[in-house]
């Protein structure tokens, strides 16, 4: 089964083997080269972020749940915790800028 | 920048204004890029903002009364509070003293950030310079804290860590994450909002129906979070830097 698959993955790799007929267009730059990788870079930045905020929501709201009258520190605490998970995010946005 | 993108007040101050900026940043080694038009328009709408807080606050200045507080005396009492309390929290011992600095600073940038929601204003937040700015002035305030409560000597002791043989270790360590501080102030505040405005601009583009609306009003939400995390990183900092290990 393993050996299918791996077949039916190189077949379709092949299948865009339309690609090297392109004529070479109007000169690509060595810094378009990066793009791709810019991009691929965010979503991998945005996908952790997503992970992190996620555990620390979710370990907020059950806390808030055991210990309701403890609700404003742990509001404060989720909501400092978010915004600095979410700035790890932006650095790779402001990269992504960057790297033209 | 292409002329028909200038703010109309930029345009102003470069009419009038252009030739002694252009001499003074000649003068002091910075010729601008574009002679003719030295003013930018971060620096112009920044000047606005100044100048619409000098305006409110001296408004309420007049306005202030301990029988009978208008509703502004109020909603500003309440901003003292929250900054005041906040200090508070971050700060062990002689918070007060820090509260101005800090609380013009919430203010600056609040401001800053939501003018850019009015249509045809532009948040000075969004270009890279404006948060260095504030950042590298957040940073100096924090040391000159530190240095001011505990002396030269006790201060720059501390950079050496928990013991003295952990300071070759230690010292590097403070001396790279004291840099990144300003450093991650600065992105972190113009990345949201640089991404907020390109992100409504994004639907814009696509649509003009309700889905522009819903992202603007998380680049507000995202504004007011971004001005109390600005204020509370540096009221953090200045908590590092007076704190007593008594």
């Known amino acids: 089964m393993t050996r299918k698959i791996i077949f039916l993955a190189i077949a379709f790799l092949l299948l865009a083997s339309p690609i090297f007929a392109q004529t070479p267009g109007g000169g690509t730059n060595l810094a378009d080269l990066g793009r791709p990788f810019a991009y691929i870079a965010m979503g991998i930045a945005s996908g952790l972020c997503g992970i992190g905020q996620g ?41 992504t800028y960057v790297a033209k | 920048m292409e002329p028909e993108a200038e703010f109309w007040l930029t345009r102003l101050f470069n009419d009038f204004l252009g030739g002694p900026l252009t001499s003074f940043l000649a003068a002091i080694g910075r010729p601008p890029a574009d002679p003719a038009h030295p003013w930018q328009n971060w620096i112009v709408i920044e000047i606005l903002v100044v100048a619409i807080i000098m305006v409110l606050f001296a408004f309420l200045r007049s306005r202030l009364s301990v029988d009978q507080p208008g509703k502004l005396q109020i909603t500003f009492e309440a901003v003292y509070n929250f900054v005041s309390g906040q200090a508070h929290d971050a700060v062990d ?16 940038i609040l401001f800053m950030n939501l003018i850019g929601v009015i249509p045809g204003f532009e948040s000075p937040t969004m270009t890279p310079a ?22 030269v000597g006790r201060y720059l002791a501390h950079f050496a860590g928990p013991m003295p ?52 009003g998380l680049h507000v939400f995202v504004a007011f979070l971004q001005a109390f995390i600005f204020m509370l990183l540096c009221l953090i900092y200045v908590g590092g830097a007076v704190a007593h290990e008594h």
């Open chain 2, 93 to 108: 011992y002689g918070s007060a003293k820090y509260v101005s600095f800090v609380g013009t600073l919430f203010i600056f």
């Open chain 2, 130 to 151: 404006v948060p260095l700015g504030l950042a590298v002035s957040v940073f100096f305030y924090y040391h000159w804290a530190g240095l001011r409560t505990q002396g």
């Open chain 2, 165 to 216: 043989w952990l300071a070759p270790l230690m010292v590097p360590i403070e001396f790279i994450s004291h840099l990144a501080r300003p450093l991650s102030l600065t992105i972190r505040l113009f990345a949201n909002m640089f991404a907020g405005e390109r992100v409504t601009v994004t639907f814009l583009s696509l649509t003009f129906i309700a889905i522009p609306a819903v992202f603007m």
């Open chain 1, 55 to 95: 555990k620390a929501v979710a370990s907020a709201a059950e806390a808030m749940a055991r210990n309701p009258g403890a609700q404003g520190g742990i509001r404060f605490a989720l909501i400092l915790g978010l915004v600095l998970i979410e700035s790890l995010a932006l650095y790779t946005l402001v990269i």
